[in-house]
């Protein structure tokens, strides 16, 4: 029993040491490593110059003074158009910044030691937002970095102050000088435009001319100056196929015995009268392009070649009547700048071409495209044109046409007289959405419908009805049978619910 307890005694005391033996093992690895962790960091080797994490941090366009402990022996820079760098002294050189962006700037002293040292430029924000406040104390404008390029946010009172601000912080971007505008313009940002497009063309026009021709069935005779039929003598002789021309208008024929003659005369007296009066509104966001037409297109036949050698024939539209187009911008002070295109074209089938059996009209056209700065509510004349002409012509026979009196048959005598007057005139105005209880009734909103009796008896195809009448209940028009038309829903009676 005793030497039992010798051993486990003899057991516990070799545990004991080995734990020991251990412990002291274990302290001696810790020991270095946290001798190490305590160990002081080398001294830079810039004394003066760097920020407390040891980086230099500067603006566009500004400098900072490094000095070094001993003189060092060259000195680069990673990315030069970044930061530049110049000597001042054996220890002593001079960071100046550039543009925005991050470098490395590495020095070697005269053992090749070297350092690395960060650079950060950035905009100089501080100067630039300053110079907001002073220049433009009414408006709320911040300038912030973003991804190399100076960005502004805020409100401005107008669009001349938007891109005041947007020139003042271009300097500050450094050789890029890229700014992003984000500035909102206060006020009503949304234009209407009136535009009037008035025209009033009268022509007069005269003519005089005179043909006569003479057949006996051997020999034909002809005389005059105006546009003859075809055939000659085919009124005259009865011709099936004779065609009378369009300008005459007076004609005949008569025979003397065998001796048969036709006779043709172009005396023509015409006035003409056009006017034209186009009033087009648009609406559009300051900035934002708006168009319109009210119109139609017509096709044109194109002849095309086919790959077999043959022609086809495509079809092309194209497009008349009044049209629109305009930019409208907000400068603030009531001024409003515009970019507008207003245009009126009308067919024209008096000079229509014919092409493969197509007739194709032609196209009058009154446009305009210009740029101008106006207040909203004034009105601007664009455009205004005057356009007189005359145009007169005269055939004559030689020697026939001098003879007195007689003389006048073998003359041909053509007079036009054309007058054009032209204005368009522009009003823009900034305006907003209605409440509903402030539209106005709109064309065609109220109408009078005529019963079947009115329509055939009375001819009375309805109307529209003065804003201040409803309409009175009347039958339907004959071509209307059973219900028809919008039906508003009908809100329960109070008898109806029980209420």
Do not use: C
Not at 46 to 74: C, E, F, W
Not at 193 to 219: C, I, K, P, Q
Not at 364 to 378: A, P, S, Y
């Amino acid at each position: 029993m005793t030497r039992k307890n010798s051993n486990v005694t003899s057991m516990r005391r070799t545990l004991a040491k080995a734990v020991l033996i251990g412990s002291l093992g274990l302290f001696g690895a810790v020991a270095p490593a946290v001798a190490q962790a305590t160990k002081p960091a080398a001294p830079s080797y810039v004394t003066d110059g760097l920020g407390a994490d040891g980086k230099i941090k500067l603006v566009v366009n500004r400098s900072q003074l490094l000095t070094t402990k001993t003189p060092y022996k060259r000195v680069n820079v990673s990315q030069a158009e970044i930061a530049d760098v110049n000597t001042i002294s054996p220890n002593s050189l001079l960071v100046t910044a550039k543009k925005p962006g991050t470098t490395q700037l590495i020095l070697w002293d005269d053992n090749d030691k070297a350092q690395v040292i960060e650079v950060l430029v950035d905009f100089d924000l501080v100067t630039l937002n300053e110079q907001f406040k002073t220049s433009f104390p009414d408006a709320k404008i911040e300038a912030t970095a973003a991804n190399g390029s100076i960005m502004l946010k805020g409100r401005a009172p107008n669009l001349i102050v938007a891109d005041q601000a947007g020139a003042l912080a271009a300097p500050y971007g450094g050789a890029s000088g890229k700014v992003l505008n984000f500035l909102e313009v206060a006020g009503g940002q949304q234009v209407m435009l009136a535009v009037r497009f008035a025209e009033v063309s009268r022509t007069a026009a005269s003519s005089m001319g005179f043909h006569m021709s003479a057949t006996d069935g051997n020999f034909q005779f002809g005389a005059g100056t105006g546009e003859r039929p075809s055939p000659v003598n085919g009124l005259a002789t009865g011709a099936a196929d004779t065609t009378i021309p369009t300008s005459a208008t007076v004609f005949g024929a008569a025979g003397i015995g065998n001796t048969r003659f036709d006779l043709f005369i172009e005396a023509l007296r015409s006035n003409s009268l056009l006017r034209v009066l186009a009033e087009p509104n648009l609406t559009a966001i300051s900035g934002q392009e708006a168009s319109f037409l009210a119109g139609g297109e017509f096709p044109i036949p194109v002849p095309q070649s086919s790959s077999g050698g043959g022609t086809t024939i495509t079809i092309e539209y194209k497009s008349f009547g009044v049209a629109l187009k305009f930019v409208p911008v907000v400068l603030g002070d009531g001024k409003i700048r515009l970019k507008v295109a207003p245009e009126v074209s009308d067919l024209d089938f008096t000079n229509a071409v014919t092409l493969q059996g197509f007739r194709i009209p032609a196209i009058t056209k009154r446009n305009l495209n210009t740029t101008v700065e106006i207040k909203q509510g004034q009105t601007l004349a664009l455009a205004g044109l005057l356009n007189s002409r005359i145009l007169t012509s005269s055939d004559v026979t030689p020697i026939l046409g001098d003879i007195p009196v007689l003389g006048a048959l073998f003359r041909s005598t053509r007079y036009q007289r054309q007058e054009t007057e032209l204005v368009v005139l522009v009003t823009p105005k900034l305006v907003g959405g209605m409440n509903p209880d402030a539209v106005p009734s709109i064309p065609g909103e109220k109408w009078r419908t005529p019963t079947e009796a009115d329509l055939f008896w009375l001819r009375d195809l309805g109307g529209e009805l003065p804003a201040d009448k409803k309409p009175a209940k009347s039958g339907q028009p004959a071509r209307f049978q059973g219900s028809y038309g919008f039906t508003p829903a009908v809100e329960p009676t109070t008898k109806a619910t029980g209420k």
